[in-house]
């Protein structure tokens, strides 16, 4: 039994697409939502005052 020449291709394409979200994508999703919080807790600590005792 051969493989067939279009399900090679196929499996080259989608262990490209895993690389690219892998190694590209996904490190700046993360990075952008722990950015995120950390700018919204910054906003809530600027209107609300630190925690803590006064």
């Known amino acids: 039994m051969q493989s067939d020449p279009l399900e090679t291709g196929t499996k080259?394409?989608?262990?490209?697409?895993?690389l690219v979200l892998a190694v590209l994508i996904w490190p700046f999703i993360a990075v952008g939502i722990v950015s995120g919080w950390g700018f919204l807790?910054?906003?809530y600590y600027l209107?609300?005052?630190p925690p803590?005792?006064?």
């Open 12 to 18: 080259k394409r989608e262990a490209l697409t895993f």
């Open 52 to 54: 803590g005792p006064v």
């Open 41 to 43: 807790v910054w906003m």
């Open 47 to 49: 209107f609300t005052g």
